[in-house]
């Protein structure tokens, strides 16, 4: 069946440093979108991307879809405490044209 | 605040009751989703809603769950005969549009305990 898959599961990082998170389906995607989860609190919008090989930048955020629509990144720039939480991207699901299929994850976590 | 509303917060129960949440979209908008989300996965797909019309059922949906949106303003939840394994958040989100894929406000979500 259509999966979409996130990694890394856990990305530790220093504060100040750089943070990625991969995003690729089994299947090809009309478009894709990405939420935030802080710790406690539920999924937040960050981003709809459609077009292949779109790039969109929100501050410090850069989003990219791939070429083939099936894969996409979410990369952020000097990390700050507030980024703190999961990341998720989520896509069409093939056998419906309302529901979406959502990837695992990749939790952000600053070191001490 | 997103605007969508969820009640109870946290539900504890014990094994074999009924349970009901209730979500309060967005008052303008015409589409509902119902999500389950479990530790350290993302939000699986329950059920979906256009005006009151349920359009879309997981189909690994348990028959013990059902949902119901009269008059297409709040919905709710139902789960019976609750099993340990029903022990999720379960989320709401709402959106705006007639077809596609916009972005969904969700709610703080229901925390259900099954003991």
């Known amino acids: 069946g259509q999966q979409v898959m996130q990694i890394p599961q856990y990305q530790h990082v220093q504060e100040g440093e750089d943070f990625t998170t991969y995003c690729n389906s089994s299947?090809?995607?009309?478009?894709i979108q990405w939420y935030k989860q802080r710790p406690g609190g539920h999924p937040v919008f960050l981003i709809q991307l459609v077009k292949s090989g779109e790039v969109k930048k929100q501050k410090r955020l850069t989003f990219q879809f791939g070429e083939a629509k099936k894969n996409s990144s979410l990369h952020i720039t000097a990390t700050q405490t507030t980024d703190v939480g999961t990341y998720f991207c989520?896509?069409?699901?093939?056998?419906?044209?309302?529901?979406?299929?959502w990837g695992a994850g990749t939790k952000l976590i600053i070191k001490p | 605040d997103t605007g969508v509303s969820q009640d109870p917060r946290h539900k504890i129960t014990k094994r074999g009751q009924n349970v009901t949440f209730r979500c309060d979209p967005i008052?303008?908008?015409?589409?509902l989703y119902w999500y389950r989300q479990t530790l350290g996965q993302g939000p699986e797909f329950l059920t979906y809603?256009?005006?009151?019309?349920?359009?879309?059922k997981s189909r690994l949906l348990s028959d013990r769950f059902s949902a119901e949106r009269p008059k297409g303003s709040f919905s709710t939840l139902e789960i019976q005969r609750t099993e340990q394994g029903d022990s999720a958040m379960y989320l709401c989100a709402s959106t705006l549009g007639a077809r596609g894929y916009n972005e969904q406000f969700f709610g703080p979500g229901t925390r259900l305990t099954v003991l």
């Open positions: 299947t090809t995607l009309s478009n």
């Open positions: 809603f256009q005006n009151e019309a349920q359009l879309e």
């Open positions: 989520a896509g069409p699901f093939m056998d419906s044209n309302y529901q979406l299929i």
């Open positions: 008052s303008e908008h015409n589409r």
